[in-house]
């Protein structure tokens, strides 16, 4: 079994700055890729930024903004986000695609952390 516990949200001024943490713990072989998404409310949810094999994604939006980084041997994902803006007030979960030592790939998501950025 494998669960993922989130931290670091809160209410941040616009041009802020937030750093959110993802802790996977359980039967664990193997992470293939670390990521995070979010979800505004009445919106869908988006990726906002993925990190697999040493390599990066990012939505667009927060493009020179975020940065996503992952430590597989403290099985942590992080997101440094700064320069924050009002529209990216959300819930953000982390995803990650485990392989577990008795199990195949699959999904998992954190529980999410509200991101609030106001004056």
């Known amino acids: 079994q494998v669960q993922l516990v989130e931290s670091g949200g809160g209410l941040v001024q616009p041009g802020g700055s937030l750093r959110l943490s993802c802790v996977a713990s359980?039967?664990?072989?193997?992470?293939?890729?670390m990521g995070w998404h979010r979800q505004a409310p009445g919106k869908q949810r988006e990726l906002v930024a993925v990190?697999?094999?040493?390599?990066?994604n990012y939505a667009d939006s927060v493009k020179g903004r975020f940065t996503v980084s992952g430590d597989n041997a403290k099985k942590t994902v992080y997101l440094q986000m700064n320069s924050l803006k009002s529209e990216d007030t959300a819930v953000y979960y982390c995803?990650?695609?485990?392989?577990?030592?008795?199990?195949?790939?699959?999904?998992?998501w954190g529980q999410g952390t509200q991101v609030t950025v106001s004056s």
């Open positions: 359980g039967s664990i072989f193997s992470i293939d890729a």
């Open positions: 990190i697999s094999g040493g390599a990066t």
């Open positions: 995803n990650l695609k485990i392989r577990g030592t008795y199990s195949a790939l699959r999904s998992y």
